[in-house]
Structure formats: structure tokens, C-alpha cells
T-cell receptor, first 113, second 110 residues
Framework: EAQVTQNPRYLITVTGKKLTVTCSQN?????MSWYRQDPGLGLRQIYY???????DKGDVPEGYKVSRKEKRNFPLILESPSPNQTSLYFC????????????FGPGTRLLVL | RKEVEQDPGPFNVPEGATVAFNCTYS??????FFWYRQDCRKEPKLLMS???SGNEDGRFTAQLNRASQYISLLIRDSKLSDSATYLC???????????FGSGTKLNVKP
């Protein structure tokens, strides 16, 4: 089954404790992206990747890191989480960027205390 | 100013009604336009892309007005299952960065 998976789905952590949210797709897509969704603000793009070893900042990259060492994986790293990073996070992939349909993972709910 | 703006609603309509949503975008260099549907904080799913000439998919019609910088979504013969939040998505400036509206909530009632 073609899909985007994210882990964990739910996470409660404390300020400053490094964490990684994994994202994996099995569709051989070149483009992958991370978004956060907050009430009243919609989805905002954090980082995106056009292909292996090619990443770029989205609209709200501060406090996040990403890497793309393999085509299928695009982990999101929070080196020192803060309460303002409490949010619902979605990973997405598409064949390429631009006009292509993005397929989203099920989301990760993060609470930073 | 937000890059993409939508009326948050909710739009409460009876089954069978026709309902229309608009979405405005700020950057005239925007390249691609989409409507996504999101159910109750689940993942967004593509409803339809929006082409310059307008496009239709069953009960759904999308249109683009570049001069006024807005896109629209028309839903005819609303079904209960159409109840969801509809997200307007625009990409610019380098074709790989995406901006989402905050969504318009639709409630279709029996």
C-alpha cells in the first residue's frame, strides 16, 4: 500500500530534550516536506527536500532541522524543543514539487511542557 | 498579511444545497493552486488541482481568477459526507514552497 508513515503519532516531552520525528514514504517520491498545523494559522511549511541531500527552508524553519540521506526518509529534528513548538506535525511527499499532488502522513501530535 | 486567506466559516448548509468558497492569495507570481480536504485534524487529502481554464470533477468545480488573485470552489448537491474543512493551497515563488490557507469549515446538515 502506497503511504507516508510518521512516528511517533503522539509525543509528550519536556523543554530542551532533543527529539526526532521520523517520516518515511514507499512511493519513490523525490519531494518531501514537513508542516506544522496550529489553530487559526493553517498548515505552515517548515522544511522541504527536492531530493537526497537537497533540503531548503520553508516558512517557519526556526528551531527545526532536517536531513535527507535516503530518498524514502525525511526525519524532523527538534534539538531543543520549546513549548511554542507544541503542534500537530504532518509530513508529505510528492513525485516532484510544483504541480504534483502531495500525500500526507497521519500526523504527529507533539506537546512540549 | 497572510499569503493565503480564507473565510474560516463555518458554512452550515442543508443537504442538496450549493455552496461556494473563495480563497485569495497575495503573490501574483503564484504558480500552482489546489484545494485539499481535511477531516477533523486528520491528514489533508487532495480534492482537486485548479487550472487556469477552470476544472470540474463531478459535483465540484474549481476556478482561478489571476487578475483578482483568488480561487474558488463550488460544491453542488451537498452531501453529509462533504462536511469537512477545505484548505486552499498555493505555491510560490520557486515552485516548491507551499502556502496553505487556514481552511473553511463546511457542515452539511440533514
Amino acid at each position: 500500500e502506497a503511504q507516508v508513515t510518521q512516528n511517533p503519532r503522539y509525543l509528550i516531552t519536556v523543554t530542551g530534550k532533543k527529539l526526532t520525528v521520523t517520516c518515511s514514504q514507499n512511493m519513490n517520491h523525490e519531494y518531501m516536506s514537513w508542516y506544522r498545523q496550529d489553530p487559526g494559522l493553517g498548515l505552515r511549511q517548515i522544511y522541504y527536500s527536492m531530493n537526497v541531500e537537497v533540503t531548503d527552508k520553508g516558512d517557519v524553519p526556526e528551531g527545526y532541522k532536517v536531513s535527507r540521506k535516503e530518498k524514502r526518509n525525511f526525519p524532523l529534528i527538534l534539538e531543543s524543543p520549546s513549548p511554542n513548538q507544541t503542534s500537530l506535525y504532518f509530513c508529505a511527499s510528492s513525485v516532484q514539487g510544483g504541480e504534483e499532488t502531495q500525500y500526507f502522513g497521519p500526523g504527529t501530535r507533539l506537546l512540549v511542557l | 498579511r497572510k499569503e493565503v486567506e480564507q473565510d474560516p466559516g463555518p458554512f452550515n448548509v442543508p443537504e442538496g444545497a450549493t455552496v461556494a468558497f473563495n480563497c485569495t492569495y497575495s503573490n501574483s507570481a503564484s504558480q500552482s493552486f489546489f484545494w485539499y480536504r481535511q477531516d477533523c485534524r486528520k491528514e489533508p487529502k487532495l480534492l482537486m488541482s485548479v487550472y487556469s481554464s477552470g476544472n470540474e470533477d463531478g459535483r465540484f468545480t474549481a476556478q482561478l481568477n489571476r487578475a483578482s488573485q483568488y480561487i474558488s470552489l463550488l460544491i453542488r448537491d451537498s452531501k453529509l459526507s462533504d462536511s469537512a474543512t477545505y484548505l486552499c493551497v498555493v505555491n510560490f515563488p520557486n515552485f516548491n514552497k507551499f502556502y496553505f490557507g487556514s481552511g473553511t469549515k463546511l457542515n452539511v446538515k440533514p
